[in-house]
């Protein structure tokens, strides 16, 4: 036997029964709060040229991406982001529809992460891209659908909300390496002030640097915006802080100040987000289930240049809390076994798509003995069994005895 075949790679699991069913509860659960709300399925390929994904402004490693060849030698990738083929749908295919765009997507990505232990390289994501749109009426129905889409699944939540300008701004007036910028981010994200201390500390201190230093603290409410206007000055940063605030004061308006926390020190993996940027986070899940936020250039990239606003969802680790919490819905056994004596195989199966019909479940017994078939129907806790002959006998079984 070959050394992997009884294995799957690392990254990757198997689904069985109950969590197929949760999977599956999961995903229409979040897409009914989209359709309900004007948004329409699009699908894109699993693989892609890999020039849709080393943009740039794409903001993804190329080492976590699954490389291969097509039959021509150019290079593809298995796809690790469902915003960027959406932003080359867009430009190409839907270039001539009506704007705006309401669009939504179920559909796995693949990210390679050898030192993230316990990370999934194959993630289901389910989201929204509003494309064509801008301004705060469009953050704040994108960012009401995703906290809906949330409360439908888990009920202890929360949102953070931030801008990637800020980090941007400050960011580039430090005379450091794109990698050290990457370091620096990746120490705010996880709020790691030792590791974040240390790369500054090397640098030096500059009004930029104190900004960036405090960045991971600067969370909570209407008053971290005011603490962020202390450490910073500009028109930019100005007008930032002012939209922030009147997009939060409008949420808490509508009932979901206690979900939201502003995180100015909320910084996202991909670059291509450029003004407000937002995650969701639920208790028992380190990581983000929910990251989105506004990326006006992206669809520049694309020959396309237009506005767009959107998030997604991790499904599996919104079916992983639902598990643990006990709240999914089990698969219930079949209504009727039936069993077709010998000879009587294909009247048995005219008997099932008869019962079908009538809207019962029913299993075909694959079994030569009607007792091998009672004792089958038992451990599955089928309640009822049809022996069909010349006949049709049906047998509860619970009943008293319950032999054949």
């Given at each position: 036997?070959?050394?992997?075949?009884?294995?799957?790679?690392?990254?990757?699991?198997?689904?069985?029964?109950?969590?197929?069913?949760?999977?599956?509860?999961?995903?229409?659960?979040?897409?009914?709060?989209?359709?309900?709300?004007?948004?329409?399925?699009?699908?894109?390929?699993?693989?892609?040229?890999?020039?849709?994904?080393?943009?740039?402004?794409?903001?993804?490693?190329?080492?976590?991406?699954?490389?291969?060849?097509?039959?021509?030698?150019?290079?593809?990738?298995?796809?690790?982001?469902?915003?960027?083929?959406?932003?080359?749908?867009?430009?190409?295919?839907?270039?001539?529809?009506?704007r705006p765009l309401r669009l939504y997507y179920t559909q796995t990505v693949y990210r390679n992460n050898p030192s993230l232990m316990g990370r999934s390289d194959e993630v289901m994501q389910t989201g929204i891209e509003l494309l064509g749109a801008s301004g705060k009426r469009a953050d704040l129905e994108v960012i009401v659908t995703a906290v809906e889409?949330?409360?439908?699944?888990?009920?202890?939540?929360?949102?953070?909300?931030?801008?990637?300008?800020?980090?941007?701004?400050?960011?580039?007036?430090?005379?450091?390496?794109?990698?050290?910028?990457?370091?620096?981010?990746?120490?705010?994200?996880?709020?790691?002030?030792?590791?974040?201390?240390?790369?500054?500390?090397?640098?030096?201190?500059?009004?930029?640097?104190?900004?960036?230093?405090?960045?991971?603290?600067?969370?909570?409410?209407?008053?971290?915006?005011?603490?962020?206007?202390?450490?910073?000055?500009?028109?930019?940063?100005?007008?930032?802080?002012?939209?922030?605030?009147?997009?939060?004061?409008a949420l808490r308006e509508i009932g979901l100040g206690e979900k939201l926390i502003i995180d100015l020190g909320l910084v996202q993996r991909n670059d291509y987000y450029s003004d407000i940027i937002f995650s969701g986070y639920v208790e028992g899940s380190g990581d983000a289930v929910l990251t989105g936020g506004r990326y006006d250039h992206l669809l520049?990239?694309?020959?396309?240049?237009?506005?767009?606003?959107?998030?997604?969802?991790?499904?599996?680790?919104?079916?992983?809390?639902?598990?643990?919490?006990?709240?999914?819905?089990?698969?219930?056994?079949?209504?009727?076994?039936?069993?077709?004596?010998?000879?009587?195989?294909?009247?048995?199966?005219?008997?099932?798509?008869?019962?079908?019909?009538?809207?019962?479940?029913?299993?075909?017994?694959?079994?030569?003995?009607?007792?091998?078939?009672?004792?089958?129907?038992?451990?599955?806790?089928?309640?009822?069994?049809?022996?069909?002959?010349?006949?049709?006998?049906?047998?509860?079984?619970?009943?008293?005895?319950?032999?054949?």
């Amino acid at each position: 036997m070959k050394k992997y075949c009884n294995i799957t790679p690392e990254g990757t699991r198997d689904l069985l029964f109950e969590e197929c069913i949760a999977h599956r509860n999961v995903e229409h659960m979040l897409t009914s709060v989209f359709e309900s709300r004007g948004f329409q399925e699009v699908i894109t390929p699993g693989l892609e040229f890999f020039d849709i994904f080393s943009l740039e402004c794409a903001g993804i490693p190329q080492e976590s991406m699954y490389k291969l060849t097509d039959h021509k030698g150019r290079l593809l990738v298995l796809r690790p982001d469902s915003t960027l083929p959406i932003a080359r749908m867009t430009a190409t295919r839907l270039q001539n529809e009506k704007r705006p765009l309401r669009l939504y997507y179920t559909q796995t990505v693949y990210r390679n992460n050898p030192s993230l232990m316990g990370r999934s390289d194959e993630v289901m994501q389910t989201g929204i891209e509003l494309l064509g749109a801008s301004g705060k009426r469009a953050d704040l129905e994108v960012i009401v659908t995703a906290v809906e889409a949330l409360s439908r699944c888990v009920p202890d939540f929360r949102m953070e909300l931030g801008h990637a300008g800020f980090f941007r701004s400050l960011a580039s007036q430090l005379p450091i390496s794109d990698e050290t910028r990457e370091d620096i981010r990746l120490s705010i994200e996880s709020k790691n002030y030792s590791a974040l201390d240390t790369i500054l500390d090397r640098l030096e201190q500059t009004p930029a640097v104190l900004a960036i230093r405090r960045l991971p603290r600067l969370f909570g409410g209407e008053e971290v915006l005011q603490q962020a206007a202390d450490l910073c000055s500009g028109e930019d940063t100005v007008k930032t802080l002012g939209y922030l605030k009147d997009l939060y004061l409008a949420l808490r308006e509508i009932g979901l100040g206690e979900k939201l926390i502003i995180d100015l020190g909320l910084v996202q993996r991909n670059d291509y987000y450029s003004d407000i940027i937002f995650s969701g986070y639920v208790e028992g899940s380190g990581d983000a289930v929910l990251t989105g936020g506004r990326y006006d250039h992206l669809l520049e990239a694309f020959g396309a240049p237009m506005p767009a606003v959107g998030f997604g969802i991790n499904v599996d680790a919104i079916t992983k809390l639902m598990l643990e919490s006990g709240n999914v819905q089990t698969r219930k056994p079949a209504d009727v076994l039936i069993h077709g004596d010998d000879g009587f195989e294909m009247k048995a199966l005219k008997h099932s798509a008869f019962l079908l019909k009538g809207g019962l479940r029913c299993e075909n017994s694959v079994f030569p003995s009607r007792q091998e078939a009672l004792e089958y129907a038992r451990s599955k806790k089928i309640p009822r069994v049809d022996y069909v002959s010349e006949n049709v006998q049906t047998v509860s079984v619970w009943e008293k005895g319950g032999k054949v």
